[in-house]
């Protein structure tokens, strides 16, 4: 089965075609086209902006990936239907409507985050094993849910404000560190102390597996005015320390509850070293019988790579929308 993957929903534009070669995956095509040196602008994305971006970029990236003027190599489209910015999922929904109804192809309507939550299976030499535990770490969520199935969810905890993401970039504005804040908080963070400042760590006692990073955005602005002579880098690394010391704790708190037979962590903010070295350590270290599986840094990011294969299996349950009525989702859930 060969699967096109659209992605649309907030600063990426990204297309993708993958085959199912007898239960493995491969990536025939990944195209991702960024808007980040535009929204750098406005220091975050701009909905209206995001969209016509996408409206320029994304035909001509349908061409690039050299998809036949008929689609007949492709048995289905996969399309990001929500969560996201309404403007930007529209175009990619739009585009892969028309595709579906010109092409007679079925459509599925793909589920961002657990796009991200199959970006672990393009790794073909190590795949989850169910009942897995996921932790979701993005700009805009910051989840822990039980994955008992394919497409079968279980939420186990949340962030109450702020997602992980979202506390990287605040910060990194904060330190007058720019736009995208993750990437560049913890480049900065290499050259700092982790143990410099002890900063909260949020939630850490709370008893459940629910998270909150807006306390912590606030103890480093607080922390900055009492102590302009810190240095940026080790403010970046402690603020890093402590997001990376929640997010660790709480999963292995669930480890130790539920009994996974493998972790994933999946997000944009699993391309954090410090967070992947972290998590994986201490599983190894606790719990040796169970796998940990993040993405290729190459797929960390919105991709429709992740896309296409979350199209793959709904493809593989009949599991399909009609093109005359899919309509983009902005609070698409999961769980
Ligand atoms: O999944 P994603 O690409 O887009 C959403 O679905 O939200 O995640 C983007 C988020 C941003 O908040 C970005 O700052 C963060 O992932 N991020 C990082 C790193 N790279 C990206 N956060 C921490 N460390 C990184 N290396
Ligand atoms: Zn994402």
């Not at 602008?41 to 349908?62: C, D, K, N, Q, T």
């Not at 186990?156 to 736009?179: C, I, N, P, S, W």
């Not at 143990?195 to 709370?206: G, L, V, W």
Request: charged fraction near 20%; aromatic fraction near 6%.
């Amino acid at each position: 089965m060969r699967i096109l993957g659209i992605e649309s929903s907030c600063d990426e534009t990204a297309i993708a075609i993958i085959s199912d070669d007898g239960g493995e995956i491969v990536v025939e095509k990944s195209l991702v086209s960024s808007q980040i040196d535009i929204h750098a602008l406005y220091g975050g994305v701009v909905p209206e902006v995001a969209a016509r971006e996408h409206v320029s970029a994304i035909f001509p990236m349908l061409l690039e990936c050299g998809v036949s003027r008929d689609g007949h190599e492709i048995d289905a489209i996969a399309v990001t239907a929500g969560p996201g910015l309404v403007p930007a999922l529209r175009i990619g929904v739009e585009l892969a409507k028309t595709l579906a109804w010109i092409w007679k192809k079925p459509l599925v309507a793909a589920n961002h985050l657990e796009g991200h939550v199959y970006s672990v299976w393009s790794n073909t030499e190590s795949t989850p094993q169910f009942p897995a535990l996921c932790l979701l770490v993005s700009g805009g969520h910051t989840e822990l849910f039980l994955m008992h199935d394919h497409g079968k969810y279980e939420l186990v905890g949340m962030t109450r404000d702020d997602a992980a993401g979202e506390a990287f970039d605040k910060v990194a504005k904060l330190l007058g560190l720019g736009y995208p804040g993750g990437p560049i908080l913890s480049k900065t963070a290499l050259n700092g102390n982790p143990h410099a400042i002890e900063f909260p760590r949020p939630m850490h006692d709370s008893g459940d597996y629910d998270f909150s990073f807006s306390g912590l955005k606030t103890a480093v602005r607080v922390y900055r005015e009492a102590h302009p002579e810190t240095s940026v880098e080790d403010i970046a690394a402690s603020f890093q320390q402590a997001v990376v010391d929640v997010l660790t704790q709480k999963t292995i708190s669930a480890v130790k509850q539920f009994s996974p037979k493998s972790v994933i962590l999946s997000g944009g903010v699993s391309a954090n070293l410090a967070l992947r070295e972290s998590l994986s350590s201490t599983l190894a270290q606790h719990f040796p019988h169970v796998t940990f599986h993040a993405p290729n840094q190459s797929l960390s990011g919105d991709n429709a790579v992740m896309i296409a294969i979350a199209g793959l299996y709904r493809a593989k349950q009949q599991d399909f929308v009609d093109p005359l009525t899919l309509e983009a989702n902005p609070n698409m859930r999961l769980v």
